[in-house]
């Protein structure tokens, strides 16, 4: 087993669109079926993609999804999730949760995670028809920075297309005044009759006035996620009315379709054949 192949196969991994690594780890099987080995060697692409990508799970006997992020890791593969005062094990390559225990959260910011909590959920209420988010200190910040985080998932492989919106974050409550970054990430697959993918990152930095509260970070969070819809729809029409109207097959000067079974009659199809034009 070399580590190029190891490299390759966790490229791959790195490369999945939105809900498809389930589809990228049977092509890695049934193109490495003599180093049936190297799906293991390569697991820490999968806890590096699991952890970017904010992918979610349902815990065991629970109906709430809740989140896979670096910023909830406990170590040794297992995380907690805040609102359910859970924590579990997750295995990156199966994406199944298990092991659940009762985990208590421990900052100096416990009742503003709470309020902010509160306020996201509403926040994604109105904006997302479904998303799974949630609030935890950053690790090694001494509980000064929190990380505020959403995932909204959209899949529809029957129609050949899935996507993923990803924000991220980052309050540090106790500075002055209080600073919010964040980073918005768009991922768009469509594979029908060929593979078309979108990604798309936007930094934010967001004005936060002395003492905002919870209400007041998710407000400038939504004014954000907002202002950057309508940039991307800006971006597709110009695209639409631009490049791809380029791409495209225009019409003859009639425009009229072409009725391929009356060829014959056209001039172009007389030529073509040998005849005269009339």
């Not at 092991?99 to 997302?128: F, M, N, P, R, W």
């Not at 988010?133 to 690790?139: D, I, K, L, T, W």
């Not at 940039?231 to 109207?245: V, W």
Request: proline letters at 5%; zero cysteines.
């Amino acid at each position: 087993m070399s580590s190029a192949n190891i490299a390759a196969v966790s490229a791959f991994v790195d490369g999945a669109p939105p809900g498809e690594l389930a589809n990228v780890i049977a092509d890695i099987k049934a193109l490495t079926v003599d180093e049936p080995q190297l799906l293991q060697s390569a697991s820490a692409a999968f806890e590096k993609y699991n952890e970017a990508q904010l992918t979610t799970v349902k815990l065991p006997g629970r109906s709430q999804n809740v989140l896979v992020t670096p910023y909830n890791s406990l170590g040794g593969g297992r995380y907690y999730d805040v609102a359910s005062h859970s924590s579990f094990t997750f295995d990156h390559t199966t994406q199944q949760a298990s092991a659940v225990q009762s985990h208590t959260l421990e900052s100096q910011h416990t009742d503003l995670i709470t309020s902010l909590l509160k306020s996201l959920g509403t926040h994604a209420v109105e904006h997302y028809t479904s998303s799974t988010y949630g609030v935890f200190p950053v690790p090694d910040s001494n509980d000064r920075t929190l990380a505020i985080l959403l995932v909204a998932n959209k899949y529809s492989p029957s129609n050949f297309w899935n996507g993923r919106w990803r924000t991220t974050y980052l309050l540090t409550p106790s500075a002055s005044p209080p600073s919010l970054t964040g980073t918005l990430h768009v991922d768009v697959h469509y594979y029908e009759d060929g593979n078309v993918r979108l990604t798309s990152t936007k930094p934010l930095t967001l004005p936060l006035g002395a003492g905002a509260a919870a209400p007041e970070v998710v407000r400038q969070m939504a004014l954000a996620e907002r202002r950057y819809q309508e940039e991307l729809n800006r971006g597709f029409a110009a695209l639409s009315e631009g490049a791809f109207k380029g791409l495209r097959r225009q019409l003859p000067v009639t425009r009229q379709k072409v009725e391929w079974e009356k060829v014959g009659g056209y001039r172009l199809g007389q030529e073509i054949g040998g005849g005269r034009a009339r």
